[in-house]
């Protein structure tokens, strides 16, 4: 099959690939407020408007170059952007749902550790926390979203990591309910309680 | 300087960096449970007396092959073991004070990126869990240790990942009283309050 065939839409797998490639190395480089879509274009040897048309906005290419296999905002939009009572609990199904799928764990397991490569602190302050946290606390109506979100990650990735990654049994053996009752009561605290 | 003027004490270098190497390949693929000191001394090509006169015990193996710039053992059960009640918050102060140092930093990054890397996992729960915090939560009188010091972990370990991996900023910029107040409730719920 030829680029042709593919049709004009999807691109050339060449030249998505080498967008993509400029935006991860820009985004890595440069974190997201630093880096734009002429600029990746520009390193890719391509028109932006090609960069646009392939990817939507910057944030859209920011999370195209995580290579997740589902796109957390819409996850997020979907199952968890309501009223501030019961985020919690909503955050951790919809989280739980999603990790809990064999299918999409390795490529998830891959981004929690490239976050945690040396360079991942760009990609976690610079694209993942203003593209993808942030605009769901404000999504939740919460105060200090930056804030409030950064604590609800401290936990998150904490369960992720104990449940997922290192799968510590007594983590790995809780269902859903019981992951619920262990930990909506502390992001529900982090999100809606007093700040010290 | 000669392995002779440096001291039988401490032994050869080569003989203990052989040593320490076969100790970490053992743990990481068979877990705490599954090495034995012979397995160990066999591997090096020394004799199991000479694993016990460099290095103790097989905890204390175990703890020398983490190349942890402090003994995790020892700043517990200085700062932290106590009364169940205010254990969230030593325990916390004795983290942040170990982690807030820069002169230890970078071995203790290094600690957790091996944590998170493929096989990790056997490093965590066939030998820090085991060794590090379940005695801890035992010293502590917790009741079901296992699964409470997990608890823990989880809300632990995100706190590292959020401060110290990624430096997300309102993590990085809460004093030590800050961190106290916002996760010390966690920490003792975890340890004391009714599980799910």
Do not use: C, N
């Not at 993509?20 to 520009?42: M, N, P, Q, Y």
């Not at 360079?119 to 409030?148: H, K, S």
């Not at 290192?166 to 700040?195: C, H, K, N, Q, S």
């Amino acid at each position: 099959m030829t680029a042709a065939t593919r049709g004009r839409r999807r691109g050339s797998p060449d030249t998505r690939a080498a967008i993509l490639a400029a935006a991860r190395a820009r985004f890595a480089e440069s974190g997201f407020a630093g880096t734009t879509i002429r600029g990746v274009a520009g390193d890719a040897g391509v028109d932006p408007a090609l960069v646009h048309h392939y990817f939507g906005s910057k944030d859209d290419l920011f999370v195209a170059a995580l290579e997740l296999p589902v796109d957390p905002r819409a996850v997020l939009a979907e199952q968890v952007v309501g009223p501030v009572e019961g985020a919690g609990e909503r955050l951790l199904r919809a989280l739980i749902g999603v990790w809990d799928d064999p299918a999409l764990r390795p490529a998830l397991l891959a981004m929690v550790r490239r976050l945690i490569e040396p360079g991942g602190d760009a990609l976690f302050r610079g694209g993942f926390l203003p593209v993808v946290l942030v605009p769901l606390g404000a999504a939740l109506g919460v105060d200090r979203p930056e804030r409030r979100m950064q604590l609800v990650a401290s936990q998150v990735i904490g369960v992720i990591v104990l449940r997922y990654v290192v799968r510590a049994d007594a983590i790995v053996a809780m269902d859903v309910d019981t992951l619920v009752a262990t930990y909506a009561p502390v992001l529900d605290g982090f999100l809606a309680g007093p700040l010290p």
